[in-house]
């Protein structure tokens, strides 16, 4: 597939003009283009069970001995990925904020930051993660990032 970009100043709205041989062809961009995306999901467990988890669902996931466990508000799933996969391929609202726990930023309702630690509190959840120091200033810099400050 050819893709040409233009800019012009005059145009008030982006406008997107497809060309192709057929009109099969330019419906199935089209509805490619305007098909809604459905959400990412994450391959989970409970019990025996694979469960399709979406990632906004997603309040925290922490390594408990060899064990990963998934998080939500009401729920605790297992994954059998690693970790420092799951770092590498979550999208930009996740973020690791210890050794053993990425948290889901969009989640985050509070922070309370003490001498030896950080205790992060999430939204519709009595669920609380610690956040290490090292972690603590970059937590800080990205929720602001999310909220516009």
Not at 59 to 83: A, C, M, Y
């Amino acid at each position: 597939m050819k893709v040409t970009v233009e800019t012009d100043p005059q145009l008030d709205e982006p406008e997107l003009i497809i060309r192709a041989k057929d009109q099969a062809a330019a419906e199935a961009v089209r509805n490619a283009l305007t098909a809604p995306t459905a959400a990412p999901t994450l391959p989970v467990f409970q019990d025996t069970v694979e469960r399709f988890l979406p990632l906004p669902a997603i309040l925290f996931i922490e390594t408990e001995g060899r064990t990963l466990q998934v998080h939500t508000p009401d729920d605790i799933f297992t994954s059998k990925q690693k970790l420092y996969e799951l770092a590498e391929s979550l999208p930009g609202s996740f973020m690791q904020v210890a050794k053993s726990v990425i948290i889901n930023l969009n989640q985050v309702a509070s922070i309370n930051r003490s001498l030896s630690d950080c205790l992060v509190e999430f939204q519709n959840s009595h669920k609380q993660v610690y956040a290490s120091r090292r972690y603590y200033k970059a937590l800080v810099e990205r929720l602001n990032e999310m909220r516009g400050l």
